[in-house]
Structures are given as structure tokens and as C-alpha cells.
């Protein structure tokens, strides 16, 4: 678990504080990775500087690379002496799994890709801080860092992969726009579906899941001022977080993955994109899921998969269907013998 979190609007301005303290010499900075967003906007200014502490600007036009994660390594080995301080991310889910894989590299051989998988990571990351600027994912609380490799898109799963820190402001949200919002806000909402219906649940993932879903209800579907939804929605997302931090997610993600895989998809919309056919696994969640898109009037792209040649239907669902914990979670033991690779294509067809 993060084990230490600040929550509250404002709360931004404490990072100084935070950091201070952590500051290991003035030869050795803090690297901040910010998304690109926020380039020239007043957060840039409210950073807190010190030395020779640098700034590198992420652009989030696509979801974190490997390859990415070792040329930043690479660079900061280059362009300092003594390893950093810590590593601050700044932004959405993906820069926050950027920042986390960095600190982990910074303090491990080889490449990224090597650590894809399950409790590889054999020593502590950096000193990590991780500031949500979209809620959602749940990323600043998970232990993976989702990464695409040459050969899968796959999380660095270890202990050593979650934030030191947390800083929760919700007023550096305000700018996300609405079918971001709607798409970043629906992956946590379908975290908890997932993980409320599936095999691996158990007291401690129910707990902080029906907590994330009945927020999620408020947020989309209640009558909160913007500010109420916005604060909601990033405890929302932690909790979300923390729910599947001890259970697994489920078909809507194992499909996600192989729409990601094959067409780039990004994480949020995918999800969406895949959960709107999903009555038969989940008819409750989709039918809450319809009306929260309904209410807010978000549309979404047609005819993404139905055009696609065979071949690549078949990798999409060749890669779902290798995500096989998830789909133990959402049919139990026996899943082999309730879905297969026609099943899956047809779903993808619908898209
Ligand atoms: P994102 O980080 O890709 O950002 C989406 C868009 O919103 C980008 O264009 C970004 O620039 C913009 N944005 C972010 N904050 C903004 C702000 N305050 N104002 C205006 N624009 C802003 O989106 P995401 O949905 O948060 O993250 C998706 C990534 O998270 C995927 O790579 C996925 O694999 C990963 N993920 C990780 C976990 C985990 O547990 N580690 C869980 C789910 C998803
Ligand atoms: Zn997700």
C-alpha cells in the first residue's frame, strides 16, 4: 500500500515540504515528469525547484512504452553524476506508471521489459511521489506500472512498484475534458464492476470496491455541484484502486488489452468501447453503464473493429484470451468452457 498520502484542494503547495526532507544533496535533484498539458500552465510555475532539479514534459498521446522508459533512464544516467533524489509524476495514468517504471529502473539492471510480470523487481525503486491530475485509473495507488513491450503489454507487478507518496489535490482535475473525463471516470467504475463480480473477491477488495461503485453513482448518474463530483471521483478512483489491488479485473480488460494491442486503443476508451456488449458477463453494470453515457451525452466511435481482417480479430483475441488470471476472476475455474476464440471475435465485431 502507499504509505503515506495527502488528500485536500491546495494541497499541491505542500510538495516542497514533502520533498525537503528527501533531498539527498544538491548534487542529486528531483526529476519531475509531467504530462504535456500542463507546459506553460500556471502548475508548471507551482513546481517546486530546487538546484539542479529538472523537469522532462511526457507527451500522453500514447500509453508507456518500455523502450521509453529506458531512454528516459538512459538520460538521466547521462546528464547527471549521482542518482536523483526521487522521481515526481505529474498527470494521468500514464505518466504515472512512466514515473513509477523510471524509479524502479534507476535502481535496477538491464531493461524494462525484463521486469514485466510478476514480483521480478529485486531492488527498492527511488524515492516516488505520484500527483493525479485525471481520476480513474487508480494508478496512484495500484502495485503495477502497465507497460507496452516489444512482445506484450504487461504491468511491473512488485512491491517496490507503489508511490512513497501521494498527493491527492483535486483542483488539478479541472481542466480534463468531458469525454476524457467520462472515459478516464469509466475504467474505475469498471474496475469495481469487475472486481465485485468476480470469483477472486473477498472482504478486504468488497470493501473499497462498493465504496468506489456507490461514489461512481453519485458522480455520474447523482446531482453533485462540479466541485463535489470532482472531489468524489478521485477518492473514487483510489478506492477503485485498492479494490483490485487484491482481487483482478475481468473480461472488459482482458478485451481492452487485445483492442490496445492491435489497434493502439487507449486504456479508458477501450474499456468503454468493449463494456457496452458485455450484458451477458455483467447485465447490471452495463445497464448503470448505458445510463451514465446516455446522461452525459457521450458518443463514441463506430465501426472500430467491424471491417478489420481476420487475422486481426484473431491476435485481439488470442491476447485476451491469454490474460487468463482475469479471466478466471470473471468465470471461475472452468472459464475455458464458457468462452472461446469465436466468442471473443464476435465480440470484437460489434465494436
Ligand atoms: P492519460 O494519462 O493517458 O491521459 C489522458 C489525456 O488526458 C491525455 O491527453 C492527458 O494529456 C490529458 N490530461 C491529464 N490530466 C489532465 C488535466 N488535468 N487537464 C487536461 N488534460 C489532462 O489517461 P488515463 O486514463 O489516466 O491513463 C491511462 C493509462 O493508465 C494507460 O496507460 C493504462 O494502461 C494505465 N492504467 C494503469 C493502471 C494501474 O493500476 N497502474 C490502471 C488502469 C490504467
Ligand atoms: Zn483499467
Redesign the pocket.
Known amino acids: 500500500m502507499v504509505p503515506r498520502v495527502i488528500y485536500g484542494r491546495g494541497s499541491f503547495g505542500q510538495l516542497a515540504d514533502i520533498l525537503l526532507p528527501k533531498r539527498r544533496n544538491s548534487e542529486a535533484p528531483f526529476i519531475f515528469l509531467v504530462?504535456?498539458?500542463?507546459e506553460g500552465k500556471e502548475l508548471e510555475s507551482r513546481i517546486p525547484w530546487l538546484f539542479n532539479d529538472l523537469t522532462i514534459f511526457i507527451?500522453?498521446?500514447e500509453?508507456?512504452k518500455t523502450e521509453q522508459v529506458d531512454a528516459l533512464v538512459a538520460k538521466i544516467k547521462n546528464d547527471f553524476d549521482e542518482l536523483p533524489s526521487g522521481i515526481i509524476g505529474i498527470?494521468?495514468?500514464?505518466?504515472?506508471?512512466l514515473s513509477?517504471a523510471v524509479a524502479i529502473m534507476l535502481n535496477n539492471k538491464g531493461g524494462s521489459e525484463e521486469y514485466q510480470g510478476w514480483d521480478l523487481v529485486q531492488k527498492p525503486a527511488l524515492f516516488h511521489v505520484g500527483i493525479?491530475?485525471?481520476?480513474?485509473?487508480?494508478?496512484e495507488?495500484?502495485?503495477?506500472?502497465?507497460l507496452s513491450g516489444p512482445e506484450r503489454?504487461l504491468?511491473i507487478n512488485s512491491d517496490y512498484t507503489t508511490f512513497d507518496q501521494v498527493v491527492l489535490d483535486p483542483d488539478?482535475?479541472?481542466?480534463?475534458?468531458k469525454d476524457?473525463w467520462f472515459?478516464?471516470g469509466m475504467?474505475c467504475f469498471i474496475?469495481c464492476v469487475e472486481s465485485l463480480n468476480g470469483t477472486y473477491l473477498n472482504a478486504f477488495s468488497q470493501s473499497y470496491g462498493e465504496k468506489a461503485f456507490d461514489l461512481c453513482e453519485e458522480v455520474f448518474l447523482g446531482d453533485l455541484s462540479p466541485k463535489e463530483a470532482e472531489d468524489k471521483l478521485m477518492m473514487a478512483s483510489w478506492h477503485g484502486?485498492m479494490s483490485?489491488a487484491y482481487s483482478q479485473v475481468g473480461v472488459a480488460h482482458a478485451l481492452s488489452y487485445g483492442l490496445?494491442y492491435v489497434l493502439g486503443t487507449?486504456?479508458?476508451i477501450g474499456n468503454c468501447l468493449v463494456f457496452q456488449h458485455l450484458e451477458e458477463f455483467y447485465p447490471e453494470g452495463v445497464t448503470l453503464f448505458k445510463k451514465m453515457k446516455e446522461k452525459h451525452q457521450i458518443e463514441f466511435p463506430k465501426n472500430v473493429c467491424a471491417n478489420l481482417p481476420n487475422s486481426d480479430l484473431e491476435t485481439m483475441a488470442q491476447i485476451a484470451l491469454s490474460m487468463e488470471p482475469l479471466w478466471e476472476n470473471a468465470l471461475g475455474k472452468d472459464w475455458h468452457q464458457c468462452i472461446d476464440q469465436e466468442k471473443v471475435v464476435a465480440i470484437y465485431k460489434k465494436i
Do not use: M, N
Not at 132 to 139: L, V, Y
Not at 141 to 146: G, Q
Not at 172 to 177: A, D, E, H, Q, R
Open positions: 504530462d504535456d498539458f500542463f507527451s500522453a498521446a500509453e508507456p498527470g494521468g495514468g500514464t505518466v504515472l506508471d513509477k493525479p491530475t485525471i481520476s480513474g485509473t487508480g494508478a495507488v495500484s502495485r503495477t506500472a502497465v503489454k504491468g488539478l482535475v479541472v481542466t480534463v475534458p476524457q472515459f478516464t475504467d474496475h484502486g483490485i490496445s487507449k486504456h479508458g
